[in-house]
């Protein structure tokens, strides 16, 4: 489901703006075998750290499995690690504390970076159009009230 909570809002350099897209989406996806997962996302919920997410020790992005769960501490933006628990080792335990210069927005510098080297990014076409054809479904979705089947593919797994 998608909606429009807020119709109007401030933008700093437009002053105001009328919102003509969904603001706040809620997205449930069925997978092989039963597996459900889902995508919360909107521009509405107050966090008190801000944009700019700094100090964030809560999970913006977390996993559940049946042998254990992990969850991204922080924002994909600013994250501060991921922290690991599984059935053999119950505690959670934090990895990858360090962003080793991780930069959100460079996602253009990496593609032209493997373009020039001739080697495969991660992140690749298909995936990006699995993605789009993920937003364009909840949109279908919400103006038909019916399920949409999706087609894309992207190669599995993507970290070797």
Sequence with gaps: MTTIVTPERTVDDKGKIKVREEDNAMIIMEHEKGVLSHIECGFNYFD????????????????????????????????????????????????????????????ASDISKHMALNTEPRI?????????????????????????QLVSKFPWPMVK
């Design 48 to 107: 008190p750290y801000g944009h700019l997410g700094k100090g964030q020790e809560k999970a913006t992005i977390s996993l559940y499995g049946s042998h254990g769960n992990m969850h991204m501490v922080g924002y994909d933006w600013a994250p501060n690690g991921v922290d690991l628990s599984t059935m053999d080792h119950p505690v959670p335990q934090r990895f990858v504390p360090d962003t080793n210069g991780y930069v959100w927005q460079e996602g």
């Design 124 to 148: 690749n076409v298909e995936h990006a159009l699995h993605v789009l054809e993920i937003i364009e479904a909840a949109r279908k979705s919400q103006a038909t009230g019916q399920r949409i």
